[in-house]
């Protein structure tokens, strides 16, 4: 299997092509991205939601729940890569930015 070369523009540009030979982007306005980002996040928690701390840990050694686990990651980055397209958020330049926020606001001891 051939490694494709990945990054945010990429896939931004895939899910746009993917929603736009199917007519969704009347439907893809910053509520309705955010609000399908929050249930597919909620899919997220409830695989995890009953599990111990130590279940949660080994939650990728079970291959069917790996599975579930990754469609649903995979579901709300979609969203929200979509989301970061409509609204002209760069996501890694907003992530960078929070990340320097963080490091003065919460300095390591």
């Known amino acids: 299997m051939t490694e ?23 439907f893809h306005t910053p509520k309705n991205l955010v609000a399908a980002l929050s249930v597919e996040a909620s899919e997220l928690v409830e695989i995890f939601q009953w599990l111990t701390p130590e279940e949660s840990a080994r939650v990728m050694d079970d291959p069917d729940t790996a599975h579930r686990v990754t469609d649903e990651v995979a579901d709300v980055l979609a969203y929200l890569l979509q989301l970061c397209e409509v609204l002209g958020v760069d996501p890694l330049a907003a992530l960078d930015a929070k990340i320097d926020r963080n490091e003065r606001r919460f300095p390591a001891p």
């Not at 931004?12 to 007519?23: G, I, K, W």
């Open 4 to 26: 494709r070369h990945l990054d945010v523009a990429k896939l931004q540009s895939r899910l746009a092509e993917f929603a736009a030979v199917r007519n969704w982007q009347p």
